[in-house]
Nanobody, 120 residues
Framework: QVQLVESGGGLVQPGGSLRLSCAAS??????MGWYRQAPGKQRALVSV???????NYADSVKGRFTISRDNAKSTVYLQMNSLKPEDTAVYSC????????????????WGQGTQVTVSS
């Protein structure tokens, strides 16, 4: 059974940090990444990484978020620093067997999502 299991969401104060994890099982994925969806907004790319280390970030998180992966564990991480209230969203892990998809509809598998709330 192919699945992505996320962990690490929660409530944090502005300026704080969180680390999200996403463990894949049942298949090997070249591309793994994170999307987020805030209330009333569409799901948007946060960051993506390939098994070879190619990385993309949304402009809104550059310099604050860092994506990494452990290929041996089929796990991708998202270290989120200097969090802002506008980072509040449901963060979902996504995975694709091929190259970095051009849009969110091309991913093969999605996780259930984990809530990140940035509030004082």
């Amino acid at each position: 059974q192919v699945q992505l299991v996320e962990s690490g969401g929660g409530l944090v104060q502005p300026g704080g940090s969180l680390r999200l994890s996403c463990a894949a099982s049942g298949s090997i994925f070249n591309t793994m990444g994170w999307y987020r969806q805030a209330p009333g907004k569409q799901r948007a790319l946060v960051s993506v990484i390939t098994s070879g280390g190619r990385i993309n970030y949304a402009d809104s998180v550059k310099g604050r978020f860092t994506i990494s992966r452990d290929n041996a564990k089929s796990t991708v991480y998202l270290q989120m620093n200097s969090l802002k209230p506008e980072d509040t969203a449901v963060y979902s892990c996504a995975a694709a067997r091929g190259a970095i998809p051009t849009n969110k509809y091309e991913y093969d598998t999605w996780g259930q999502g984990t809530q990140v709330t940035v509030s004082s």
